[in-house]
Structures are given as structure tokens and as C-alpha cells.
């Protein structure tokens, strides 16, 4: 059993991975509540906004980190994802803060049914990383390096 850097990176991925589904999560039902009125969008928006930059900087840092151990394929498999958050937040509504939602078109339905979409997208994606890691993490773990 050798602890090398992969096993290392997929332990991060693993942990930080948990915190990332906790956050899809709260988006779903933080969109749900919108619409069905049990919250005005100016507070549902001061709670969403400050969870993108953490959420995209999470996701970056183990990307970060396979890249360093040359997990390419894990890298490869979160580069659409990656790509989406880059491309998201680069069109994101002018705001005078960092966010991704505007409590003027939140409201709207066809941007409310996009965000609820994507949060239940970004829900499957991880909860499907979560358990490719478990494997990432053991394989690496037990591999015996030759």
C-alpha cells in the first residue's frame, strides 16, 4: 500500500467533493423556494451569490491537484464542467458584487426552470465524481507502483 500524491489528491477530491453536492443541494431547494413564493429573490440572491466563487474556486483547486498528479483522465472528466463555470461567470449579469444571480430576473421562468436545471445537472455530476473518486482513491491506494 504506498500514499503517493494521486491518493493524496483524490482524498481532497473526495472531502471537497461532499461540500460541492451540500452546495447543489442548497441551490435546488433555494430555486424551489423561489418558486413557490417562501422567499423574495433580493434575500434568496444574497444567499446564493456568495456560494459561486467558493463553489468555482473548490471545484479549480482538486482539478488543480489532479493536474499535479497527472490524473488526466479525472481532469479530463471535469473539464466540461470547468469550461461551463468559466464561461457562466464571464457572462454573468452586471452586478456590483460577485454572483451569479439577479434578484430583478431570477424571477423570470424561464431563467428560474435554467437554474433549477443546472442544479440538479451539477447534483447528478457530483454525486457521480463522489463515488469515481471512492474508486480513484482506493485504486490508487492499493496500486502497487512498479
Keep these: 500500500m504506498a500514499f503517493t500524491f494521486a491518493a493524496f ?17 442548497f441551490h435546488i431547494i ?9 422567499k423574495n429573490p433580493i434575500d434568496q440572491c444574497a444567499s446564493l ?11 479549480m483547486l482538486f482539478n488543480f491537484l489532479f493536474l ?15 469550461a461551463y463555470h468559466v464561461h457562466r461567470y464571464m457572462n454573468r449579469p452586471v452586478m456590483s458584487g460577485a454572483g ?5 430576473s431570477i424571477m423570470n421562468a424561464d ?3 435554467k437554474c433549477q436545471r443546472e442544479g440538479w445537472i ?25
Excluded at 50 to 59: A, Q
Excluded at 68 to 82: D, K, M, R, T
Excluded at 124 to 146: D, E, K, R
Design 9 to 25: 489528491a483524490y482524498i481532497v477530491a473526495l472531502i471537497i467533493d461532499a461540500f460541492l453536492i451540500f452546495f447543489a443541494i
Design 100 to 104: 451569479l444571480y439577479d434578484p430583478t
Design 68 to 82: 499535479i498528479a497527472g490524473e488526466w483522465f479525472s481532469l479530463v472528466l471535469n473539464a466540461p464542467l470547468i
Design 122 to 146: 451539477k447534483l447528478a455530476f457530483y454525486l457521480l465524481s463522489f463515488f469515481y473518486y471512492l474508486y480513484g482513491m482506493i485504486y490508487s491506494l492499493i496500486s502497487v507502483a512498479a
Design 49 to 59: 451569490n456568495p456560494l459561486v466563487l467558493p463553489e468555482y474556486i473548490l471545484h
Design 30 to 38: 433555494a430555486f424551489d423556494e423561489l418558486k413557490t413564493d417562501y
Design 111 to 113: 431563467t428560474l426552470n
